[in-house]
C-alpha cells in the first residue's frame, strides 16, 4: 500500500489495528513529500518544534521542526513505538544504553548513529534505546513522526545527568500556534 497525500495515509492509521506490524507497513508506504505536509511545518530559533497534525486514542502523527543544530535531549518513549520519517533536509539520530545509580544520576553509553534523509524511515521503543534526534547539517530538517499510543510526558535526561518526567507539548496544533 502507498500513499500519495497526508489525508490517505491519516485514514489508513485510523483503520488499521494498533500494531506495530500495521503501522511500519503503512510507514513504509508513505510517497508524499514535503508539500504534503508544509502546512504543518513550523520552525522555531530557540528550540525544535512539536506540530500535532492529528491524536487518536492510537496514534499521534505530527512533524518534527529543526533549525541547524537544535538537537533533543536524551529521552524515552514512555513504553510508545515511534517511527521517525525524514521529509526534508538530514536527522541524526542516536541510540543509548542507559543506568541510573542510587544518586537517581544517569549514565549513558552511546550505540548506534544514523544518518536519515528524505524517505528514510527509522524505528525507536524503549526496549531497543533511549535517543537523541538532531539537526547536523546546516540547513532546515523535518521529520514526520508517529507515536502509538500516543504520548503524553516522558523521561528526559537534564543538563546535570538527572532524569527527570517532562509534559509533552506541541508548538502548533492542526496548523495553528498553541499559546505559551
Not at 67 to 94: L, T
Not at 114 to 138: C, F, K, Q, R, S
Request: proline share 4%; hydrophobic share 35%; net charge negative.
Amino acid at each position: 500500500m502507498t500513499f500519495a497525500s497526508l489525508s490517505s495515509l491519516l485514514r489508513a492509521l485510523a483503520d488499521a489495528p494498533r500494531a506495530r506490524e500495521s503501522y511500519e507497513e503503512l510507514l513504509n508506504g508513505i510517497r508524499f513529500g514535503i508539500d504534503e505536509i508544509r502546512d504543518f511545518c513550523h520552525f522555531s530559533q530557540d528550540f525544535y518544534t512539536r506540530n500535532l497534525i492529528a491524536r487518536t486514542d492510537d496514534f499521534e502523527i505530527l512533524t518534527l521542526c529543526w533549525e541547524p543544530g537544535q538537537i533533543s535531549p536524551v529521552h524515552d518513549h514512555a513504553g510508545s513505538d515511534g517511527w521517525i520519517h525524514c521529509m526534508d533536509g538530514a536527522i541524526e539520530e542516536v541510540w543509548y544504553e542507559h543506568s541510573v545509580d542510587g544518586d537517581e544520576k544517569a549514565h549513558f553509553k552511546k550505540g548506534r548513529a544514523a544518518t536519515l534523509t528524505p524517505g528514510a524511515m527509522g524505528y525507536i521503543n524503549d526496549d531497543l534505546a533511549w535517543h537523541t534526534v538532531g539537526n547536523p547539517a546546516e540547513t532546515r530538517a523535518v521529520t514526520l513522526h508517529v507515536y502509538s499510543p500516543p504520548i503524553d510526558a516522558c523521561q528526559y535526561v537534564e543538563t546535570d545527568g538527572v532524569i527527570r518526567t517532562k509534559q509533552m507539548r506541541y508548538f502548533t496544533v492542526d496548523g495553528a500556534p498553541v499559546a505559551r
